[in-house]
Each structure stands twice: as structure tokens, then as C-alpha cells.
């Protein structure tokens, strides 16, 4: 089956640096990633969208400087948190899928602390 | 804007009740409607979907009915088990673009 491995399942950072957060699809070919923000209110934030050989779309209120994604293959993403404040923590969601019509498989997500 | 809203925030039923939990959605592109079901400490996974042709979607003890009309749908949980108690989160989809997820149901379902 399709399948969606996230790591770390979970960090803390201390306010202002960094972190970076993997992504690997097992079973099927990961076309298009779809990184995700849940916060503690449950709500899920689109941070971007990457489709293999085409741009990443960044959603209004997040940027390629902030939150700089590589998807360089068909079975792996990754995203990093860069300057990471308060407002960053949150449950970090990566969904996948092999093609435009067909279901997300999401990862069980990779939950950031900021201290 | 919230595009996609969910109602109630919270719901408990008994086990063995039926449990509907409500999903409308503002944007008329929408023609994809899959429902996830989210544990404690784990990511959303795809439960029941339905495509916005189909009045209907049953698998199971899952029923989703949808009404393109009024932009609303509903997804009904027959014979409640306390394994179903989750949250649930009703989205939308246009033509393969972003998927656009609602605010969340939390259901408990009691002994």
C-alpha cells in the first residue's frame, strides 16, 4: 500500500534557529507534496504544494525564505523552518500523491516545539 | 475566508448511535470531497470520499450525502463504535489542485 513516513515525529528548537524535517513516500511514486501546518487548534494551513518539474506554490503567508521545501525525486521531500518563533509550533503534515485525480496519503507529521 | 466549515466543533454520541457530522464549503470548483479521520498524535487518514456528481457515497458503516445545490454535505456514521471516536475532517478539491480542509469535528463516542 501507499504510505507516508515523516521524521523526526517530533523536535524542539530553541526561538531563532532552524530545523528541517523529511519526508519519503513508500509503495507509489510521490508526483506531488503537499506540506501541511496543523495547528494546536486542530486547523490545517496550506504551506505549499510541489509537483515534480514544476515551481513550488507557496500560499499567501508563507515563503520560499521561510520555509524552503526540495522535492528532488519521486519518493522523497523535505522542508526546513527556518528563524523558527512560537507562532511555527504546530504539527507539520506532508501529503502525497501519485497523480493530480487521485487521494492525498499523509505522514503522521513531525510535531515542532519552539522554546 | 474559511472556505470549508464544519459543525458541531464537538460531538458525543453513545455507541451504537448514529453520528452526522456537517461539512459546507463557499467555493463552487470543488469537485472532490474526501473525509479524514485523524487519531491523537497521528496524521489524517482518508476514511470515505465522494465526488460532487454522486448524491451518495456509502462504504460501510460511513455514509456521506451530498447536496451540490445548498454546498453541503454530511458524512453519517452508523452503529457508533468507541474506536470511531476522532476527529474527522471534511475537505474540498478542484481539479487536482490544493485540497482545502474544514475546521474539524471532534467526535467522542461513549460506552
Known amino acids: 500500500g501507499a504510505l507516508v513516513y515523516q521524521y523526526p515525529r517530533r523536535t524542539i528548537c530553541k526561538s531563532g534557529t532552524s530545523m528541517r524535517m523529511e519526508c519519503q513516500a513508500v509503495g507509489f511514486q510521490a508526483t506531488s507534496v503537499a506540506w501541511y501546518r496543523q495547528s494546536p487548534q486542530k486547523t490545517f494551513e496550506l504551506i505549499a504544494l510541489?509537483?515534480?518539474?514544476?515551481?513550488?506554490?507557496?500560499e499567501q503567508n508563507f515563503t520560499q525564505e521561510k520555509f524552503p521545501i526540495s522535492h528532488p525525486n519521486l519518493s522523497f521531500s523535505s522542508m526546513t523552518v527556518l528563524n523558527a518563533y512560537l507562532e511555527d509550533r504546530g504539527l507539520y503534515l506532508c501529503g502525497a500523491r501519485a497523480q493530480a485525480n487521485s487521494d492525498y496519503t499523509f505522514g503522521s507529521g513531525t510535531r515542532l516545539l519552539v522554546i | 475566508q474559511q472556505q470549508v466549515r464544519q459543525s458541531p466543533q464537538s460531538l458525543t454520541v453513545w455507541e451504537g448511535e448514529t453520528a452526522i457530522l456537517n461539512c459546507s464549503y463557499e467555493n463552487s470548483a470543488f469537485d472532490y470531497f474526501p473525509w479524514y479521520q485523524q487519531f491523537p498524535g497521528e496524521g489524517p487518514a482518508l476514511l470515505i470520499s465522494?465526488?460532487?456528481?454522486?448524491d451518495k457515497k456509502e462504504d460501510g458503516r460511513f455514509t456521506i450525502f451530498f447536496n451540490k445545490r445548498e454546498k453541503k454535505l454530511s458524512l453519517h456514521i452508523a452503529d457508533s463504535q468507541p474506536g470511531d471516536s476522532a476527529t474527522y475532517f471534511c475537505?474540498?478539491?478542484?481539479?487536482?489542485?490544493?485540497?482545502?480542509f474544514g475546521g474539524g469535528t471532534r467526535l467522542t463516542v461513549r460506552p
Open positions: 465522494i465526488l460532487s456528481v454522486s
Open positions: 475537505a474540498g478539491n478542484n481539479a487536482g489542485a490544493k485540497l482545502t
Open positions: 510541489s509537483t515534480v518539474n514544476s515551481a513550488i506554490k507557496y
